[in-house]
């Protein structure tokens, strides 16, 4: 086994599989039997990359952040994914699963959303598509990101409220679920991140790849080498950071730094932080580190960034985690905030406030001046600017 690729059960040593309802077995079985050999043909390809040249903009640029650089005494490199249409790379994953669905005749897509930004993602999509959409979101959510609901709407989807529970992401996601279960021969199922359970962590890490794939030519272009000496980027599920890190995990020698969300602080009660709260345990269908209760109760997350505000981590990211292959860093809310007031000063780029806590970790590493740092910039800042009005430190 290698970091890259899970077992073919879908381990990452302990981390992954596939703990679901007998119900869904048929699913996923049709799924885990297809999505390599179809992924692999060079028709499948040659669409995808198609697409994402023309529809998603790609290849986002590696831009060299000069100031950003003088002040942290490296060579600091952006991976400009808020570039994307749609403003992140989420759009990625949901090309790659709606050609998918496509192959496998399927006339119906679900999805579960947090901050929304998968469920614009997947409605946008399905538009291209013409597939109709149904996106599940709780209450809560629909009521704090009105914006994404409308966007959804307005491309055609149907944005249903989950009301069980917390009414928030963790919700939305047991309900897609079970609507999965009630209708498995039509629909798929667009999980928006490396979570889930086999094939999806690593489907979806093979779609979120094309971001280090591109990396490497471009580091050849800018610094004669393809590898850098660090890559840094956030996780709230992990998909952003499993492509920032794909092409790079098994080469020991290049530092992965992986972002958590710590809210108000990691021993606050109101945190994000997975791996330094959590223990091992299933959730959402894997074998996973979450937080969780001594008796298995998962415990509600905290962080002022909607994308990060997940009780656990992919399982490919439990590993990294537990076999100290990445690096893993915790970012409160106030510093995440200063981060991205500062990249908006220096480069005049505005970050999602997922990125900004990958970018308030440079302050908390050591460089040489030579080092080549690439910091993954997974999405754009015009969502959250109610939240930086809001936080107002500007
Ligand atoms: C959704 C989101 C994230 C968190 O999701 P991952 O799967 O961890 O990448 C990070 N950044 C942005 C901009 C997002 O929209």
């Given amino acids: 086994m290698t970091y890259q690729e899970p077992d073919q059960n879908g381990y990452y040593g302990q981390f992954g599989g596939a703990y679901i309802p007998e119900m869904l077995y048929p699913n996923v079985k049709e799924l885990k039997e297809n999505y390599e050999a179809m992924i692999a043909d060079p028709k499948f390809k040659e669409e995808f990359d198609g ?6 903009g790609r290849p986002t640029p590696l831009y060299f952040a000069k ?4 002040k942290y005494g490296a060579k600091i490199y952006l991976k400009r994914e808020d570039l994307n249409h749609t403003g992140a790379h989420k759009v990625n994953n949901t090309i790659g699963q709606i050609l998918l669905a496509k192959r496998l005749n399927k006339k119906k897509i679900i999805a579960e959303t947090g901050a929304g930004q998968h ?5 946008t999509v399905c538009a291209l598509m013409n597939l109709e959409c149904i996106v599940y979101m709780g209450e809560i959510d629909i009521a704090r990101q009105r914006p994404n609901v409308e966007r959804m709407r307005l491309l055609g989807a149907t944005v249903i409220p989950a009301k069980s529970g917390s009414k928030t992401l963790k919700d939305a996601t047991n309900e897609a679920m079970r609507h999965w279960i009630n209708n498995p021969t039509d629909t798929h199922y667009i999980i928006g991140s490396v979570v889930g359970p086999h094939p999806y962590p690593d489907m979806v890490a093979k779609f979120q790849s094309i971001i280090s794939e591109e990396m490497k030519w471009q580091l050849q272009e800018k610094e004669g080498r393809e590898n850098p000496d660090h890559v840094i980027a956030c996780v709230g599920g992990g998909s952003n950071a499993a492509g920032a890190f794909y092409h790079y995990l098994d080469a020991l020698d290049v530092n992965l730094v992986a972002v958590e969300a710590a809210g108000l602080g990691v021993e606050s009660g109101e945190s994000a932080a997975t791996t330094a709260l959590g223990t091992p345990g299933v959730l959402h269908g894997s074998k996973t ?11 509600e997350p905290y962080s002022i960034s909607a994308g990060l505000d997940y009780p656990g981590i992919g399982p490919i990211h439990a590993h ?3 076999s100290g292959r990445a690096q893993f860093k915790y970012v409160t809310d106030d510093e995440a905030m200063t981060a991205g007031v500062e990249l908006s000063r220096l480069e005049g780029i505005i970050p999602a406030v997922e990125s900004a806590h990958a970018f308030a970790a440079l302050g908390k590493m050591d460089f040489k001046p030579d080092d080549v740092v690439v910091v993954n910039l997974s999405g754009r800042g015009d969502k959250d600017l109610e939240t930086y009005i809001k936080w107002g430190n500007y």
């Fill in 320 to 322: 990294l985690f537990d």
């Fill in 51 to 56: 697409l994402l040249k023309d529809y998603v």
């Fill in 119 to 123: 469920g614009v993602a997947t409605a």
């Fill in 289 to 299: 580190i979450l937080m969780q209760t001594n008796d298995g109760q998962v415990v």
């Fill in 67 to 70: 100031k950003l650089s003088e």
